[in-house]
């Protein structure tokens, strides 16, 4: 294939290296109605007062997801967890960053808030207290052709939503995708497991991952996809297994919530996945079983394509991936198209040719 674009590459002398997403930040209208389509899809909630709900899965994360009551429905950022204060004070001396300050949510710990290129904040946190971390279902024993391991025993689940274990990753649409990208692996060390690129060699999708030396990290911790302005696409949360992600569909669909696509097993990352639209149809994904590189693993490239999202399952909905046009998603392409080096007609031709 011929590249006529750098691709997102790994920094060689990051500022600092993230260990975990620690958690979203969204705004939203109504906390109640966000609590119930969070609650039906397996997170549970640690606080809530009349401004902000706090919720967690089981794993020791004080909480992974934040929702502040605003006028408006909007995806504020993410915080991402850091090693140390000296971490802390190297990040608080880039431009417009915070000073490192005391956080009062849940697990407490210092932060500073950053604001990434694209204008998402980003929140660097070290000192979270962890809190206890809460059982959850074994995944279930698999009778396998070559292994049986449950004789005259069955197979049944509760019919209730998945316990959400953890925040797995978050998906961002971008205008400028090269100076985002570059500011993550730049200042918390992500590094580029595998791109999709566009048929001029241009990327349009950076899947990336923690930088953990020899201990795995999740394929893709974070993904950035080249779009006309700054989006949010999607997040995802870790299921003990794939009855747990079945079953998860079972319920929400049950609960009259809005499908937006599974199940299937996508190709890079190789989830088996499952997406649900949350009240205002910002789209929330179930998993398992998603690949583990070390920071050896190099980074691989490929072409994207709407076929190139799965192995098998339903063929990804034209409506996954369909901007959402409002007036002011159209004031941005526009002006994006004028002042984004990433953002060309000829870009946007062939994303919506192969998206939209
Ligand atoms: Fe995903």
Redesign the pocket.
């Known amino acids: 294939m011929k590249l006529t674009t750098p691709q997102p590459v790994r920094h060689p002398r990051p500022t600092t290296k993230a260990s975990a997403l620690a958690y979203l930040i969204f705004d939203r209208p109504d906390l109640a109605r966000a609590e119930q389509f969070l609650n039906d899809f397996g997170l549970r909630t640690v606080s809530r007062d009349s401004e902000q709900l706090f919720l967690r899965g089981t794993s020791a994360a004080p909480f992974c997801y934040v929702v502040r009551r605003a006028a408006k429905a909007r995806f504020v950022g993410l915080g991402l967890r850091v090693n140390d204060m000296i971490d802390l004070r190297m990040l608080s001396r880039l431009p417009d960053a915070s000073d490192v300050e005391p956080s009062n949510w849940p697990g407490g710990g210092h932060r500073v808030r950053l604001t990434d290129p694209s204008g998402f904040r980003v929140d660097a946190i070290c000192g979270q207290i962890p809190a206890a971390a809460l059982p959850h279902r074994a995944p279930l024993p698999f009778n396998s052709v070559d292994a049986a391991v449950r004789i005259n025993g069955t197979q049944r689940l509760p019919a209730e939503p998945p316990e959400v274990i953890r925040l797995?990753?978050v998906?961002l649409e971008l205008a400028d995708f090269q100076k985002t990208c570059a500011w993550y692996t730049e200042h918390f060390g992500f590094v580029p497991s595998d791109v999709q690129v566009l048929p001029d060699g241009s990327p349009a999708v950076a899947f990336m991952r923690l930088d953990l030396g020899s201990t795995p990290a999740d394929h893709?911790t974070l993904?950035l996809a080249q779009g006309f302005a700054p989006l949010y696409s999607?997040s995802?949360y870790e299921v003990v297994d794939a009855d747990a992600v079945g079953m998860g569909q079972r319920v929400l669909r049950d609960k009259g919530w809005t499908h937006a696509w599974g199940i299937g097993r996508?190709i890079l990352?190789s989830?088996v996945?499952d997406y649900w639209q949350d009240p205002w149809g910002d789209k929330h994904?179930h998993?398992c079983d998603g690949d583990l590189f070390t920071s050896a693993e190099p980074l691989g490239v490929h072409a994207v394509s709407r076929e190139a999202m799965s192995q098998w399952g339903p063929a990804m909905p034209r409506s996954f991936t369909k901007p959402r046009f409002t007036p002011g998603s159209v004031a941005a392409l526009v002006r994006n198209l004028r002042r984004s080096p990433d953002v060309t007609v000829e870009k946007l031709k062939m994303l919506a040719r192969l998206f939209a």
């Open positions: 797995g990753h998906v893709h993904a999607h995802a996508h990352g989830q996945f994904e998993y």
